[in-house]
Nanobody, 118 residues
Framework: QVQLVESGGGLVQAGGSLRLSCAASGSIFSINAMGWYRQAPGKQRELVARITSGGVPNYADSVKGRFTISISRDNAVNTVYLQMNSLKPEDTAVYYC??????????WGQGTQVSVSS
């Protein structure tokens, strides 16, 4: 089992920045990738950014050049960060941390609200 705890959401004006954090604990040795998804009202959940255990990132086209995903590790906790710069109103959504572990297990955080005002 992997537990994910997110923090860092909030309200910001367009052009501003926020950093999201997601701490993974439990069976972190089994994690092969972590990422961030988001879901805006009335829309499907979509991938924002993902990073493999080897540190290889990939991004949705809509956030390339503005968002940066990174990961830090210690013995008991992996933490994935999403630095979000030049935020736009269309970035407003609930952001969910995600971890893929082993061949079939997927874990989700509880979600954190990001709101960008124009």
């Amino acid at each position: 089992q992997v537990q994910l705890v997110e923090s860092g959401g909030g309200l910001v004006q367009a052009g501003g920045s926020l950093r999201l954090s997601c701490a993974a604990s439990g069976s972190i040795f089994s994690i092969n990738a972590m990422g961030w998804y988001r879901q805006a009202p009335g829309k499907q959940r979509e991938l924002v950014a993902r990073i493999t255990s080897g540190g290889v990132p990939n991004y949705a086209d809509s956030v390339k050049g503005r968002f940066t995903i990174s990961i830090s590790r210690d013995n008991a906790v992996n933490t994935v960060y999403l630095q979000m710069n030049s935020l736009k109103p269309e970035d407003t959504a609930v952001y969910y941390c995600n971890a893929g572990a082993g061949p079939v297990h997927i874990y989700w955080g509880q979600g954190t609200q990001v709101s960008v005002s124009s």
